[in-house]
């Protein structure tokens, strides 16, 4: 699992998320997927979506594409703070900032 193999041992200095570790910014696209896939497949399913869709969203390339995936966004140390509210939750949150989804199925 992509969480006990690199997000929790990269981000276990700061006890923080793995997006915390990246320059930040705005995503593009909110990512819903399915937890038991594996972990290169959906790589490859993200990098053929910004190949195709880079353009649609006013990026200069697929590179520059910023995904939202609950694993590296939210905190992995200790309780997940889910937010006192379905409305402060980190998924609505995200989902307030950017309405593109993308949801990645086997």
């Known amino acids: 699992d992509i969480v006990k193999a690199i997000v929790k041992p990269r981000t276990a200095w700061c006890k923080s998320s ?14 819903s997927h399915n937890w038991a896939e594996e972990f290169p497949d959906f790589v490859k399913t993200l990098t053929a979506y910004a190949s195709e869709n880079y353009h649609h969203l006013s990026k200069g390339d697929a590179e520059s594409v910023k995904f939202w995936v609950c694993s590296l966004v939210v905190c992995q140390h200790g309780s997940i703070d889910i937010g006192s509210t379905i409305q402060d939750s980190p998924f609505a949150l995200a989902l307030k900032e950017r309405p593109r989804v993308l949801c990645a199925v086997d």
């Open 18 to 31: 793995y997006a915390d570790l990246l320059p930040a910014g705005p995503i593009d696209v909110f990512v």
